[in-house]
């Protein structure tokens, strides 16, 4: 039972930015199983039928954040009635928002309130999602936050989801280590280090019971594939009733709105394609294909070092920056590496909120800042622009460079540009569309013909 009908227990991954829209939640639906759209800034379409793009016109950020939380409601509106059409009203139809997107609360809100009857749940990670329970409760919709540990879900249930426990659908949980996206890693786990998810359940579980949660469904994410390899959950009493939740799978159908390229590139991977890395502007670890993109921001930071305002120690070193040629100190060593890097054509030094330059292009260096310069403040707080959900705007840190902005590069991907030159978000699994033989000769199924094949445990 999931939202209040029984279905099959596979799930829709949500995925943001136009990857997850109604067509492919509406047709996981009318499968039997339960679709998700991705409320993350979705598509709204004209009344010729051609998707609206976002473009901001407002001089300031917080004009511009208006504007996208008006986009964002209008899409998620829209993907809503497109899965219940999709769907035949078969299955369960489920938004996915991220905690730590911008105006995510005044978001749902608009939605809930506007779209009754076309959606019976919402799942939430990225972030501590406590006000989810209190917002689904006022609209009567399930909740489903998305946690990568017990303790966070305790925390949760703690401060808030008690108070609202008879719509908590389930619980997902995703493995930090193998899903794609954001990561839920915490400072105490080791990104190198991956743990085995069954013991990391089975700890949840107990959790759970605790609360008297005993038949609430867990729902595991990140890193599934293919059911007949999770025989030691199904039916394993310290586990309990669970569901199975797919991410990347759904990427490669004919309903899915991702462009051709990027199903090709699919095809391709080889395991160790997906790199787990922290350059995300919300600060949570995210996995996504190594490519030139990717690539870039790993070059970006290796050209770092570490200055002072002043001599001290071995920073005894002069060296000018910016256009006024204003002097920092470096040590011997990294002046060294400086001037190799400014010979190099990376003549651009640009200070970081942790007292270090990066050594970057002209180009690069003038495509940064007039990022930065555009923020639309999709997130609540955003490292690359300094933005913040709050009076003052701002972080009050010092915007930093390292990073980029990611709703430039998901819109610009999830609308046909060139994939590698854009962030693509996957599950470390990826790499198994090119080893499945269900895939053989390029293969690319309906919705349909997906989850009938997962049904069969493969």
Known sequence: MISGREVLPVVEGGKGVSVSNGESSGAWAAAGGVGTFSGVNADHLDENGN???????GKTRRERHDELIAYAVKGALHQARVAREMS???????????WEMGGAEPILEAVLDQSKGLIHGVTCGAGMPYKIAEICAKYGAYYYPIVSSARAFRALWKRAYHKFADLLGGVVYEDPWLAGGHNGLSNAEDPLKPEAPLPRVIE?????????????????????????????????PDVGPCAFQFGTRPLLTKESPISDAWKQRLLTLKSGDVLLHRFSPTGFYSSAVRNPFLAELEERSARQVAYQMHPVGEHDQPFPVGARGRLVYLSAQDRTAAERWVKAGFTEALRTPEFTLIFVTPARAEEIHRDQVNCMGCLSACAFSNWQQNDAGTTGKKADPRSFCIQKT???????????????????????FATDPYYRNGFIPSVKQLVERIATGQ
Do not use: C, K
């Open 410 to 432: 998901l819109q610009d991907i999830s609308h046909g540009a060139d994939v590698e030159a854009q962030l693509m978000f996957a599950g470390h699994n990826a790499y198994r």
């Open 88 to 98: 035949g009203e078969q299955g369960r139809i489920h938004m996915n928002i991220l």
């Open 204 to 236: 949840l579980r107990r959790q759970m019971l605790e609360f008297g949660l005993a038949r609430t469904p867990i729902i595991m994410a990140g890193g599934v594939w293919r059911l007949d390899e999770w025989q030691d959950f199904v039916g394993n």
């Open 51 to 57: 998707v609206v793009r976002q473009i901001y016109r």
